[in-house]
């Protein structure tokens, strides 16, 4: 069964930073599109950022470009998402998923999914 398995999340103060990662088992995620979801208490689930398949092109949401990378590390199999300069509204759970080779930040292009990690931003 495959499985993704997101680490990395905790609690922070504004200003601070986290690394998220996505851990993969039984599938190979250098042959499709990584995104990173998140989702705050009573808000839909948003795209954050994801990393093509085809070319590994990466796409940033306007709220997050500037202060969020994501990274692939083909070799251990795992997507990063580093997050500078976190901010308050950046709380969320966030979700790591694998999709369609080219990407996007839509959820309907995303078939496997982690179980979340919590990154909680407050003084």
């Known amino acids: 069964q495959v499985q993704l398995v997101e680490s990395g999340g905790g609690l922070v103060q504004p200003g601070g930073s986290l690394r998220l990662s996505c851990a993969a088992s039984r599938i190979t995620l250098g042959a499709h599109a990584i995104a990173w979801f998140r989702q705050a208490p009573g808000k839909e689930r948003e795209g954050v950022s994801c990393i093509s398949g085809n070319d590994d092109s990466t796409y940033y949401a306007d709220s997050v470009k500037g202060r969020f990378t994501i990274s692939r590390d083909n070799a251990k199999n795992t997507v990063h998402l580093q997050m500078n300069s976190l901010k308050p509204e950046d709380t969320a759970v966030y979700y790591c998923?694998?999709?369609?080779?080219?990407?996007?930040?839509?959820?309907?292009?995303?078939?496997?999914w982690g179980q979340g990690t919590q990154v909680t931003v407050s003084s």
């Open positions: 998923a694998a999709g369609v080779p080219w990407g996007g930040l839509l959820d309907f292009e995303y078939d496997t």
